[in-house]
């Protein structure tokens, strides 16, 4: 349970933290973040993988298999566009999941921004450290294909949904699920069920293009 990848990115490496619906909820945008850089505890008072941050200590800490990926047209190597803020995502490009721990807890709610060409996912909520204990919410997230042309000017993962949920106890990790390189997350809202940052408006169904076998990274190289 822990890789996903996704394109690279583009966001102001000084914004880390958003304000969200009340003083308690807590936006990580993954700006900041070098291209394929680990998390780590960057929002842990740390840095990164490659010696990013340290970004706004919120007590979060990431597995090292979710990756920070930057978009193309910002100059990294992620195969994406229309991010929730720009431009830098949260990808895994190994086992089936990345992985969030926050060690003091958090309630409420959990929200966050996703985008999946023609895979799915899943993200899961549990009440233990790294994927243990109860399970306190499950999100079954359905792929949203992609709009041709309809990156920022390139991306074939464009389309975004905004996902959340409230659940009962306190949480103390999260599994970002999904095949390896075929998923990614943007806007990872704690303490609320409405992710911080902008609305992405869904293109129309008629709009869709089913791309097969494109990830965000090799969709990306093959582009350049």
Known sequence: MRSVSFRS????STVALLAVGTAQAQTMTFEGLQNLEAVNEFYNGGTG???SGPGTNLGVSFSNTSLAIIDTDAGG???FGNEPSPNTILFFLSGNAATMNVAAGFDTGFSFFYSAIDQ???VRVY????GTGNVLATLNLDPLGSTPGGGDPNGDFNRWRAVGVEFNGVAKSVDFGGSANFIGFDNVTLR???PGGARI?????LALLAVGGIGFVSALRRKK
């Not at 990115?9 to 102001?12: E, I, Q, R």
């Not at 009440?127 to 790294?130: A, I, K």
């Open 9 to 12: 990115l583009l966001l102001s």
């Open 49 to 51: 993988s490659l010696g």
């Open 77 to 79: 190597s992620g195969n």
């Open 120 to 122: 799915g996912g899943f």
């Open 127 to 130: 009440d233990g450290l790294n």
């Open 192 to 194: 609320s069920k409405t």
């Open 201 to 205: 408006p869904e293109p129309s169904a």
